[in-house]
């Protein structure tokens, strides 16, 4: 006993199967840790009494042997899922207080399968942001701190910021997040933790407030593989609810994982070598290769010409959908509402998304807006669905080639609350290596593969063909195995 | 055929161009995008989904049924079929559209190019005019403002939110408004045919916004305006003809017609204006990225083709065929209700010449007269081929059956059993006939004198006189042959 919020997904799932402890004590043990970690400002609202009734439910159903796949396992639910009768509110003012009458899919599915709900984890406000600062709701503080006693407060990365650090900190073995170009991937590499976001389709986005449609995907987040691999194959699956959802059945990850590679190509793409981004990232780099040959892949060269295109291609078709998608947060139906004094309906309109909205969120607005406008929708719109389509042709090219790809996740380690937020494209180079898989609809995914000179965490970055999930979570097993990576960020809070 | 149609101005005649938008209510038990009903006239915000309401995270579903009747309609118009379409979003604010856009079709529509052919004068197949579509598209109705519930507030009724709806773009192919109002009837014919809109203007379930520009004949086609949902035909010609003169009047003035969006008020007769083109929105239509586009197969195009009904022009050749007059086939095959109501009276066995004129002449007048439309006919259609039939073989006569008809209206009778009952049956009995002859004869022997001195008119009375001494019961051909017997 004890300890039982550093343990997996698996193994609180085996040892509570096996009898070591009760689902109650795993809820308990969880609500704890999350009342204890509030200074770290991870959770927009907390659901104990939701985790302790799933528990108590697991642990009945351990009585008559009628156990589910999450059976006993309490999950953080990113605040961009809807969620029955609690707050959902997208890190956002505007949405202050809006408790939906219906339940996401994606969380829908994984409650059905047993697992309980912790609360609602902090955002950058509707997924915008790489840092978790946007969010009304504050800033999350990562759980992880230099090495150099400056305790300076560091991001957990974003938008899934809330999510990374509710893991990285024991405040839940896993939970949902979502990625529209980086969303999952840069925050569980900032923290230490393990993420995928599986092929565009994979899970429905129903009850998932919309960021940018055409790209927004629900994934998990964990400590390691396996225990994303559990918690995709319970998130993911067709829903009729969703027109861009995939007709097909969900594999077996868990059961399907190996970290034998032989026969394998791992792709490595020339131009993800990229001016200004530390040595050690290469370094990094460099040694995943090594690890994934040591599993008996084989290394090869490939290109992605179009790669230097991805981050503006993606900065023009995200804020676009964006633009549109936010246009019903208009103070007619829910939500906030500002009605100036003798004002019409255009003055409620502009004083409630004055006052609802933030900075970022109105930036991309007005970006997106501008970018669709009569005589420059040609000139951006058009001219970025063009480079998305070649950046796709790009990786189908690729994958001829390879099996799957490695690059670094992010071209830095966490930085520091405050550092990025004056300059929005310096945020957004965050994504540069993650924003291209997003834009071709490709799983893709961060696994942890060292510690950077100051004690932070580096993540290593694996993109597989459509649909080959299993592929890239077996090539981050790999990567888990070699790697050793046993770090955690030492408990301050 | 060529308009004539002519604005007289003070520099000559002016030549008016008119293109309709229309929208059609898709008959669907669901609305476009998401399960929820769509009856008319419900309570305000029942007939709202979660989807209609633009609830946070809900994504809209094609109803395939609002598809396959769009589909419908194309083929129906003899259009192009678009296999590929795709649904775009129209960005902008308004209290009635929950989205904040309107998922309609700009790029790719669902149909193509298409055309329906309208008859000027309907006794003449020279007038025939063939109007062109450019296309049909698919698209969400919006909701509706109720300014009348309270002194400071408008509520939002979002029950015909999300509705589906056909836009049906004619080119600017008309040149009179009464070819604009046959193109509307026409229209509307041909969706109540096809069972893909109720056509009700005036529960809005049709709508037209009209375009009108004006030029001298032969010049380049003048700037035009658009005026919104005008709801019923006789709206759409009242438009054409104040916007034309307006048109005129301003020109010849001196002035330019701006290219703006007009409402009309049927109150007062007149069109203003609504917003100008300096105000007009940047919808910035862009794919909509919640749907993937439209793909349709084969084997959808042919169900949906398999369950056309007969159309209109072709009931109409048809009816000609069997020997009934322009005019009748045109009556007949006008309303969809008409038609099927006179197939059944075919399919019963009438003969169609005589049935098309009863239908026009008796049935019709008498609906008048009772205020009823023909589905709630006090008489049936096989009850009217009974009757009918009567008349045909020689059991009654022509005005025993107008007597008939009015007995089988009060009492929901057959015909047979009201001429047994009444015994109303038509004799040829020629020695009753004679005697009646006889006595007529005798009784007006100055007449007889008359006739024989060259009056042939004067036969037509004692056929009269005749008939009437028979109470009408008389067979004609035998009252007319036994006659012609003892005066010629």
Redesign the interface.
Known sequence: MGELNIKTIAQLRDGFRAGEFSAREIAEEFNAAVEAGRALNVYTVETPENALAAADAADQARQSSDLKPLSGIPLGIKDL??TEGVD?T?GSNI?KG?K???E?TVSGKLKAAGAGMLGKLNMDEFAMGSSNETSAYGPVISPWKRNDGSNAALTPGGSSGGSSAAVAAGMAPGVTGTDTGGSIRQPAAFTGITGIKPTYGRCS??????F???LDQAGPMARDVRDCAILLENMCGFD?????SLDLPVPQWEAGLSSDLKGKKVGIPVEYRIDGVPEEIDALWDKGVEWLRDAGAEPVKISLPHTKYALPTYYIIAP??A??N???Y?G???GLRESPEGGN??AM?AATRSAGFGAEVKRRIMIG?YV???GF?DAY?TKAQKVRTLIKRDFAQAFGECDFILTPTAPSAAFGLNEKMSDPLAMYLNDVFAVPASLAGLPAMSVPGGLDSQGLPLGLHLIGRELDEQGILNAALAIEERAGFTHRAEKWW | MVSDYRIQGATGDWEVVIGLEVHAQVVSNAKLFSGAATAFGAEPNTQVS?VD??????????NRECIRQAVRTGMAIDAQINKWSRFD?K?Y???DL????QISQLYHPLVGEGQITVLLDEKDEASAKTIGIERIHVEQDAGKLMHDQHPTM?Y?DLNRSGVALMEIVSKPDMRSPAEAGAYLRKLRAILRYVGSCDGNMEEGSMRADVNVSVRKPGEEFGTRTETKNVNSVRFVMAVIEHEARRQVDLIEEGGQVAQETRLYDPDKNVTRTLRSKEDAH?Y???PD????PLELEDSFLEECRASLPELPDAKRKRFEALGITAYNASVLTAEVETARWFDSLLDAGAEPKQAANWVVAELFGALNRLGKSIEDSPVSATHAAELLGLVADGTISGSIAKTVFEKMIESGDGASAIVEREGLKQTSDTGAIDAEIDKILAANADKVAEYKGGKQQLFGFFVGQTMKAMQGKANPGVVNERLRAKLD
């Open positions: 899922f809807a959902s997208s949405l809006f939906p009458p219906y996401s986005r129903w009850g998932i407030v919309a940018a449609s055409s009729p609810k969703d027109a861009t676009a959908e633009s549109s936010l246009a019903r208009d007619v139906r829910y309906l255009d309109y807006t669709l406008s009569a929708y719109f | 979660l309401a633009a609830m946070p995270g809900m994504l809209p579903v094609p979003r960005n604010f308004y209290a929950p989205q904040g856009y408008s939002v940047d910035r239509y862009f990225p919640d749907l993937l």
